[in-house]
């Protein structure tokens, strides 16, 4: 069967340019190496346009360098930064790492007591501490990655994570050849279970009677539960896993490549999530990304920095990215999917767009 690439990667009508490269450029890995700075919450020096918007995150349990959502959001706030001639550090652009939950506040605060103009706290997990310090610090400028928080000085950022995972669906169903596939969840929380149940629903719209073997990890940190949830499914026949796990879902990774390296025959798929994670895939001349569901978190942070930034911010308001805006989309599959499979794709897409088919946002029970 003729195989093609294909580009249902997101655009740029978030009004923030092109999505950054997978594997992040080289201010991303100088925040990553940055721990004695960032990480501990200490100001790092550096120099700023004057006048120019401030921004920085905290990351959730998952880390900077998951490789996934939050370094997606890393990527966003360094392309705002660079696009407005910042420089890493207070007056700029900056990260504080969270090692755990009871960091979030402290890290929020801290951001704001160095003057950062606005700041993102990325993920789910983080919704009440954003609402506690947006209660008490009336006068900032807060934003919310995937939750809600109902306050006049937070913004609050959605994607419809269901309807891109229902095209990873239809992939995985269509290319399975062993009519088993996986889903690796991080943590039952709403974000994840709109991962799940699109997935669900895009593989039983092609094939009703394909088996679905589901795994939540109940953690965005722990790689060795990936790898240990891979392992049981690979050696259950399963021969696609979509992961939606954040650091967790390395772990599914890291047995694919090593099944791979040991039988280069070996047919095991990975699906990736949140950026294009087709580097994370390969193992010597073999890859095994077969695509990425791609969701826009560094350009909804850039889109909601330069609205800020242009005396706009979306205080109150709740933004939802789905298909329709291009806020979440596959990756380019790199030839790995057949170009009947890419059609099917995307007829089910423009069915989704057109609002004829409205992907759920739980699992059926």
């Not at 930064?81 to 550090?89: H, P, Y």
């Not at 390395?250 to 798929?269: L, S, Y």
């Not at 294009?276 to 001349?285: A, C, I, K, S």
Request: proline share 2%.
């Amino acid at each position: 069967m003729k195989k093609r690439k294909f580009g249902l990667l997101i655009s740029s009508v978030l009004a923030t340019g092109a999505i950054l490269g997978a594997c992040g450029s080289d201010d991303g890995k100088s925040g990553k190496e940055d721990e004695a700075k960032d990480k501990e919450g200490t100001a790092t020096e550096g120099t700023a346009t004057e006048g120019a918007l401030s921004i920085a995150m905290v990351t959730d349990v998952g880390g900077i360098d998951d490789k996934s959502f939050n370094e997606s959001a890393w990527e966003g706030i360094q392309q705002f930064g660079n696009d407005n001639g910042l420089s890493e550090g207070d007056g700029g652009y900056a990260y504080l790492q969270s090692k755990s939950d009871a960091d979030y506040n402290t890290n929020l605060n801290s951001l704001l007591r160095r003057d950062f103009d606005l700041v993102f706290g990325v993920g789910f997990l983080m919704g009440d501490a954003v609402k506690e310090i947006a209660d008490q610090r009336t006068d900032a400028k807060l934003a919310i990655i995937d939750s809600v928080v109902d306050a006049p000085n937070v913004a609050s950022v959605l994607f419809k994570e269901q309807e891109g995972a229902f095209l990873a669906g239809v992939a995985a169903a269509e290319m399975s050849e062993s009519g088993k596939i996986g889903f690796v969840g991080g943590q039952s929380i709403p974000v994840i279970e709109r991962f799940h149940a699109g997935f669900e629903a895009g593989a039983k719209a092609v094939n009703p009677d394909i088996e679905i073997e589901v795994y939540y990890a109940e953690a965005f940190d722990k790689a060795e539960l990936g790898k240990t949830a891979a392992n049981s499914m690979y050696s259950s026949g399963v021969d696609i896993i979509f992961h939606a796990a954040g650091g967790t879902g390395n772990g599914v990774f890291t047995e694919a490549k090593e099944r791979k390296e040991k039988d280069p025959n070996a047919n095991v798929w990975v699906i990736g999530v949140d950026k294009d994670q087709y580097p994370e895939g390969q193992v010597g001349e073999h890859n095994v990304t077969l695509t990425s569901m791609l969701k826009g978190v560094s350009n909804a942070v850039v889109d909601i920095s330069n609205r800020t930034k242009d005396g706009k911010f979306p205080g109150g308001e709740t933004i939802v990215y789905g298909l329709k805006e291009d806020g979440v989309g596959l990756a380019d599959s790199r030839g790995a999917i057949t170009e009947d499979v890419l059609k099917t794709v995307e007829e089910y897409k423009a069915k989704i767009i057109s609002g004829e088919i409205v992907v759920p946002e739980e699992v059926k029970k």
